[in-house]
């Protein structure tokens, strides 16, 4: 179950990468807008003002918006597509055509079901949806059950199944034209045919069991936030929190209550809600402390606590560790130090230093898990409302935490520098006390250490491609010390880790791998994660590459 869980996490993270640029382009358009359209705008702001409302800068941060607009409307087919494409062991191009016809196909099947009233809904057509408006939505122009991003990746899960057995199929010689990849297509809209069939069926009773989730989640108040912050962080070295995360951010686990246009709405989604309302900030200028709470819970409730212990916390935790070093290791131990927690603080990419103590002193990333889920407590306490794209860096808090507050949204910003300056000591002096209470091996305690590599700024950067000469060199050793080629069934990655599904993972030589760069080895169930920061990506294709399995 966690091998497959793993895969489907992977498989998630395809499509959720290609959103920050939508949402930083959504950020940007609809805060200097929001900006523009102020009234009684403080005479600082009157400049920027002028130049918004010049008429092609108007232009291009109105088409800024819309492409951010339109691609977080259309986040079931992109996760169909993902997914599929993610899951897929080989033609992978295929598996994502044939998931748009199966996504179509489902949905059709829905609507028509829907219209001739056959389902326990009765009759239910766009202009009569009665009592089951938010049962219902429209995806790329059909009128269907709204699943959210379920619908996708309950798509791109089925027909990866069919497209990875199916894709090589053999048809007589009378049918020829239709086999191999060219079946994939058609046994994936027929199958879907009969899924959008069962699903007309089924989705309203899985429809209620969500919104019961939603109802216990919300009735949870802050204990509920605490909660999902500290088992978001814990599920980070399993490479599961893609799959915890994703019905909460983008599926029907939360219902955002927020104002479009002057109207009260309802979305699906904490993080689609959130930019749903961004893109609609006017109706948020001088809210009431109700409205924004009322707002938040539904909202950044469940990204928010990401920026305390991202911008500050973990970058003191550096600094305890490094202080904590032995004096013959600081200078080795400071460049991997500075190297993450300027990582951390900037984009909100955790990885690199969460590894660097996760594997030598568990003790502290437990510790790390209970202040994660605080400071998602303490956010939504103080109804911060700051939304994010990829993770809670200054990149982010600049973009939905202070462009908004320059427009008049009530982010409460300032809140996040509060919290995270206290954070920053909390972090240090818990840091600091528990290594050298317990003496933990953290980088560099120990002048005389083997075992615990340390890792420079080039451990933890390169480029998503795979141009760089290191890894070409070490490809093929890491290659060999995964077990070689006949050990190997999948090889993919996410941003920092190399995720391979091995026939024995006894034969992997964890050890060697560590000399190769990687900052940890993560077992799950059949598989194994390979933490090579951002050379991830190369490293699968170098490999891929090898065996032939492009």
């Known amino acids: 179950m966690l091998q497959t869980l793993q895969r489907i996490g992977k498989a998630i993270m395809l499509p959720i990468a290609a959103l920050p640029i939508a949402g930083i382009l959504l950020g940007v358009g609809g805060a200097l807008l929001g900006i523009a359209g102020l009234e009684n705008a403080p005479s600082v702001y009157a400049p920027l003002i002028s130049f918004v409302n010049i008429p092609v800068v108007t232009a291009i941060l109105t088409v800024m918006k819309n492409i951010g607009d339109i691609v977080f409307g259309n986040l079931p087919i992109l996760f169909a597509v993902g997914v599929a494409v993610g ?37 239910i057509t766009p202009d009569n949806v009665g009592e089951y408006g938010t049962y219902v939505t429209t ?46 297509p058609i046994i994936t809209a027929l199958v879907m045919a009969l899924v959008g069939g069962i699903l007309a069926f089924a989705w309203p009773v899985v429809q209620n069991g969500i919104s019961l989730i939603a109802e216990l989640v919300k009735n949870a108040g802050y204990i509920g936030t605490l909660l999902y912050g500290i088992v978001e962080r814990a599920l980070i070295p399993f490479g599961l929190h893609h799959v915890f995360y994703t019905p909460f951010w983008f599926g029907s686990f939360v219902e955002g209550n927020v104002i479009i246009d002057g109207v009260n709405t309802v979305v699906a989604g904490a993080n689609t809600a959130y930019f749903a309302q961004l893109s609609s900030m006017s109706d948020l200028v001088g809210a009431t402390p109700d409205v924004m709470s009322n707002i938040v819970s539904g909202t950044t409730r469940f990204m928010a606590g990401k920026f305390p212990f991202m911008m500050f ?126 003496n933990l091996k953290t980088p560099g305690r120990d002048s005389e250490e083997k075992e615990t590599k340390l890792f420079t700024k080039k451990d933890f950067q390169g480029t998503n491609n795979s141009t760089g000469n290191d890894v070409k060199d070490n490809a093929p050793k890491v290659l060999e010390a995964l077990g070689g080629e006949e050990n190997i069934v999948s090889v993919d990655a996410c941003i920092t880790r190399l995720r391979v599904e091995v026939k024995h993972k006894d034969i ?43």
Not at 107 to 113: E, G, K, R
Not at 155 to 184: D, M, Q, W
Not at 388 to 410: E, N
Not at 523 to 538: L, P, T, Y
């Open 313 to 438: 916390g973990l970058p003191a935790a550096a600094f305890a560790m490094y202080k904590c070093a032995h004096p013959t290791k600081k200078k080795l131990v400071g460049s991997l130090m500075i190297s993450a927690a300027v990582t951390s603080l900037l984009t909100g990419i955790t990885e690199p230093l969460e590894f660097t103590f996760l594997f030598v002193a568990p003790v502290l990333y437990g510790v790390h898990c209970l202040l994660a889920g605080l400071s998602f407590m303490l956010m939504d306490i103080f109804n911060v409302f700051i939304g994010m794209t990829f993770s809670g860096g200054l990149i982010d808090f600049s973009l939905f935490g202070l462009l908004p507050a320059g427009a008049g949204v009530p982010t409460k910003w300032f809140m996040v520098l509060a919290v995270g300056a206290v954070y920053a000591v909390v972090y240090y002096l818990l840091f600091s006390f528990l290594i050298k209470k317990f």
């Open 508 to 550: 992997v030589d964890k050890e060697t791998l560590t000399g190769l760069g990687a900052a940890g080895v993560v077992e799950v169930g059949n598989g194994v994660q390979v933490i090579f920061g951002a050379k991830a990506n190369s490293y699968k294709n170098e490999i891929n590459s090898i065996i032939g399995d492009e």
């Open 87 to 123: 899951l897929a062991k080989k033609d992978k191009g295929t598996a994502g055509l044939a998931s748009v016809f199966g996504f179509i196909v489902m949905n059709q099947v829905i609507s028509t079901l829907l219209s001739l009233g056959v389902t326990q809904l009765g009759v």
């Open 139 to 184: 995806n790329l122009g059909i009128f269907t059950l709204n699943m959210s991003v379920f619908g996708g990746i309950i798509t791109g899960i089925v027909t990866s199944i069919l497209h990875n057995k199916f894709y090589n199929i053999e048809l007589p010689p009378v049918i020829g034209f239709f086999a191999g990849s060219r079946f994939v």
